[in-house]
């Protein structure tokens, strides 16, 4: 094949004949079969076998790929590569068999910070939504790497990978977030909120939301640290994720708490509180029905709040920007314009069925009918 790639458009084309069902099937020929499994195998990725050559790379000394010429972005571009890989939870958990987990945990502590946030998004994609893999991290130490770059690496950015591995590390896992609590990461939490990184922000945030659900009793934890404070100077960020994440916190400390929403706050933070979602709210007011429609859970979040600390109906409600006109409507109905149920295409057909026959209608007996008389004839 020309220039080494498989013939693709040649490939299709032949697929299409072979499959359309307008000719017979036959026996694919030696001379067709072969054409096939090239144009298929030159694309084809022997995905352990790369994997086994990048945990050999990972496991070869630094200085020793440097005279190799091997450089930092060379090795970025190769866990880019493993990240793909391990995209399978399969590929993932076998990671470990191939000896490759515990180099790549060792990258968390590599000297350029590129490779070490680009090690934490990898482990990041390893350990997503899979027990097996969170088992296996947990096992080779690589939360305590993670809280090590996230509480104290020079790099905001390196920090922030750190965080995401860490919350997908420990989601549905019930060990690490009790080593991720005696280990002091609400402290680290507090300052990713306290960041002007906006990322960094954010994913704090989402990470104590999910916490606090977890854990009622973590109310306490992150209302003495001062957490509340830090939500609501967030809640007046210009990033609109930020803000309705720093409401959703402070109403979830705010339901959670057992004697009473108020007692969350001195005066002076409730009558902050108070200012903060007065100013929200009549930004909201001012804005466009667009925006308007945008804003649609901020303005429940708002209202939910004032309703739990404040136990009365925020402003919303009195200007009418709760609900606006149409979103409490059921969807509109665009399916029936193109598709028609078949029980409603079958009623409509026997209905037919039952006009034209109308007058040619057998009565259904029921049972068995009267007894004939003698010689054929009815009683």
Known sequence: MANDEPNWEGLLKWSIAHSDGTRPTRALSEEDRKWFMEAMQAQSVDVIKR??????VMQTPEQVLESQGVTPDDIEAMLEELQEHVESIDMANDLHSIGGLVPLLAYLKNAHANIRAKAADVITTIVQNNPRSQQLVMEANGL?????????DPEVAVRAKALGAISSLIRHNKPAIAAFRLANGYAGLKDALSSSDVRF???GLNLIHYLLHENNSDCEI???????????YLAASSDADVREASLRGILVLGNEKSDGARALLSEEDEEKLKQLLRERINCITLMSPDDLGAAREERQLLDSIWSAYFKEPSFLREK???VLPGEDAPPPDVASNYF?????????T???NNSSSETKAVPLLLGAGPPEAAGGQDI
């Open 320 to 322: 009418g920007l709760l």
């Open 350 to 352: 026997t209905e037919t």
């Open 222 to 232: 992150v209302t003495e640290l001062g957490f509340p404070r830090l939500m609501m």
């Open 201 to 203: 922000q954010r994913k």
């Open 144 to 152: 305590e790497y993670l809280l090590s770059n996230f509480s104290s």
């Open 51 to 56: 994997m086994k050559e990048i945990t050999l």
């Open 340 to 348: 028609e149920p078949p029980l409603r295409a079958w009623s409509g």
